[in-house]
């Protein structure tokens, strides 16, 4: 199992910023896809960025050219940088983690990881 920290949501105004942060933990052997997907009510959960080993990063429409994302490989953490927010913005956010896991001598097993989610409000 891979366990996920999320921190940094909050209440904001239109225009303002917002970096969100999440620290992925546990017996990691390697991490192959790290990113962020948000849902507001009534609506379907919503890409924002993933980034992916071997590929790089891909943002959902919403999110280009207002958010980045960018990881720190030493920490296993993931940070979403949200420029320009909008009250359309307001949503739960969730990291979600592509992780092989291994067990001492015992062959790295492949999960999927979806964080507690932490909400961010922008207000107009």
């Known amino acids: 199992q891979v366990q996920l920290e999320e921190s940094g949501g909050g209440l904001v105004r239109s225009g303002e910023s917002l970096r969100l942060s999440c620290v992925a933990s546990g017996r990691i052997y390697s991490i192959d896809a790290m990113g962020w997907y948000r849902q507001a009510p009534g609506k379907q959960r919503e890409l924002v960025a993933l980034w992916r080993s071997g590929t790089g990063t891909t943002y959902g429409d919403s999110a280009k050219g207002r958010f980045t994302i960018s990881r720190d490989n030493a920490k296993n953490t993931v940070y979403l940088e949200m420029n320009s927010l909008k009250p359309e913005d307001t949503a739960t956010y969730s990291c979600?983690?592509?992780?092989?896991?291994?067990?001492?001598?015992?062959?790295?097993?492949?999960?999927?990881?979806w964080g507690q989610g932490t909400q961010v409000t922008v207000s107009s």
């Open positions: 979600y983690v592509e992780a092989r896991v291994q067990y001492g001598l015992g062959s790295p097993t492949g999960s999927a990881n």
